[in-house]
């Protein structure tokens, strides 16, 4: 795979793991709320390894220690926008060319049926890398990231999904 634009185009795809998930927010969320619903990024998240068979994660600061993760928007090349966000953290070129599944998360306000926001997690592979790269001055989209390293395992403080994702590229 070259590139995509739409991961709700991937659904259907027998080699692509498809998960939904919806959220229920407060029927009394203010409007700030609302606004910071909408306001959500979608991420193709990149999994990539080295030689060593460690992992590349990163921490932004707030979120702990996650596999790169580069927001995207509408209409991105969800790929492109991968191989960017690896090369931000390694200062190295990467491919990333093969997307390992698709998490869609549907966030409902109180008891409305449609969705106030949703989003979209894209777990992709990255082609494997020699040594233990990282930039003297990491970044993703242009954000610094004053964390980035390379893990043989699952760090103690990760869970659930994000825990998952790194698993998935992991021995």
Not at 115 to 123: E, K, L, N, Q
Request: aromatic share 6%; charged share 25%; glycine share 10%.
């Amino acid at each position: 795979m070259k590139s995509f634009r739409d991961p709700e185009a991937l659904r259907e795809r027998p080699d692509i793991t498809f998960r939904e998930e919806t959220e229920r927010v407060g029927p009394a969320a203010s409007a700030n709320v609302r606004a910071d619903l909408a306001a959500l990024d979608s991420h193709v998240v990149v999994g990539v390894t080295n030689d060593a068979g460690e992992v590349l994660l990163m921490d932004d600061g707030e979120h702990g220690w996650t596999l790169a993760a580069v927001p995207v928007e509408t209409g991105d090349d969800w790929l492109a926008a991968g191989r960017n966000g690896v090369a931000g953290l390694t200062d190295v070129p990467v491919a990333v060319d093969r997307v390992e599944r698709v998490r869609r998360l549907d966030y409902h306000v109180g008891n409305e049926v449609d969705p106030h926001a949703t989003v979209y997690t894209a777990v992709v592979r990255g082609a494997s890398v020699f040594g233990r790269p990282v930039a003297s001055n990491p970044t993703i989209a242009g954000d610094p990231i004053p964390d980035v390293g390379w893990f043989d395992a699952v760090p103690e403080t990760v869970e659930g999904p994000l825990a998952d994702d790194i698993r998935q590229f992991l021995g």
